[in-house]
């Protein structure tokens, strides 16, 4: 029996027909960094604050310094700091063969320097994440982010929450011996992939697959040339804003749509068409479709789930 839950649309969401590509999202690498050691212990949650531009903020740590501002985004691919972090913070970098990094657009820039970052912590200085991790270092971030966390990276080898409506993060065990049982109006599905990146993609009930990007102020993002959603309103209404690699990107919300992700059947999804963007743009779900949720990332066990949060 299928799980139907409206959604209601936030303040940000019902701004008519424009939603600005802003903010950390949008981000993509061409490889993937090394894996990240155990922790002696687990960190314990954290919590961030939701900032419509620039995404879920959280308070960082790096290497006993801060706090610098880190931006969630599941949908980056790894971690990544900025220049000025790397100053202010002294941290070690090396070379590495040439990553490009860019967004929806399609524009790309390129980095070959690596930040190693022996301890990295969220929300209070003591509470730290596996140690040892890296981070590609680009020029260029939005004001007021010092970085972005892919926390699929950051919390390894653990799983993960994301608690939107209790903006919280933190971790889970994802051992194959813990069974899981399906939450109450909700679903878990497969965590699917896309290409080599471990970026976590769902497939929808009409067969797309959708990437779940914390680092998007979208609904249900897809490109104009994949769009069958025709909005009544002719009248063109677009904010163009820059992503990583500096490209333009317009978005325009028609009317709410319908989809399902397993059992879980979502009405009322706040829904974006975005022009200009590149050609292979995945279907994205945004913070606007993920709102409601508790989503728990298992990466081992290659499963999501969301299930609605209890305050």
Do not use: C
């Not at 139907?4 to 993509?28: E, R, T």
């Not at 903020?57 to 006993?64: C, E, R």
């Not at 100053?87 to 070379?95: D, K, M, S, V, Y």
């Not at 896309?194 to 993609?201: A, E, H, L, Q």
Request: net charge neutral; charged share 20%.
């Amino acid at each position: 029996m299928r799980v139907v839950l409206s959604i209601v649309l936030s303040a940000l969401a019902a701004i008519p027909w424009a939603v600005p590509v802003s903010g950390a999202a949008h981000f993509f690498a061409a490889k993937r960094l090394g894996q990240v050691p155990r922790a002696a212990s687990a960190p314990q949650p954290a919590h961030f604050r939701i900032d419509e531009d620039r995404g879920l903020l959280i308070s960082a740590w790096v290497n006993g310094r801060g706090p610098y501002f880190f931006a969630i985004d599941t949908g980056a691919g790894l971690n990544v700091v900025s220049e000025r972090l790397v100053n202010a913070a002294g941290l070690r970098t090396t070379q590495t063969r040439p990553t490009l990094v860019g967004g929806l657009s399609g524009v790309t820039t390129s980095s070959n320097r690596e930040a190693a970052i022996d301890t990295l912590a969220l929300g209070y200085q003591n509470n730290r994440l596996p140690p040892r991790q890296s981070a590609l270092v680009v020029s260029y971030l939005p004001e007021g982010i010092d970085g972005i966390l892919d926390p699929t990276v950051a919390f390894a080898p653990y799983g993960y929450s994301i608690d939107m409506p209790n903006t919280q993060i933190g971790p889970l065990n994802d051992s194959l011996e813990v069974s899981l049982s399906s939450p109450v109006d909700g679903a878990t599905v497969e965590w699917l992939r896309s290409g080599d990146s471990d970026r976590p993609f769902v497939k929808l009930g009409d067969g797309r697959l959708a990437l779940i990007d914390t680092g998007s102020r979208f609904g249900l993002a897809v490109s104009d040339r994949q769009a069958i959603i025709v909005s009544r309103d002719r009248t063109r209404r677009t904010v163009p804003s820059l992503d990583l690699g500096g490209g333009n990107i317009n978005a325009r919300r028609v009317e709410p749509t319908t989809i399902s992700i397993g059992e879980l059947v979502l009405r009322g999804i706040p829904t974006d068409i975005i022009s200009g963007g590149a050609a292979d743009a995945p279907v994205i779900l945004g913070r606007d479709a993920l709102y409601p949720f508790k989503i728990s990332f298992y990466p081992r066990r290659r499963l999501i789930e969301f299930a609605p949060s209890e305050r």
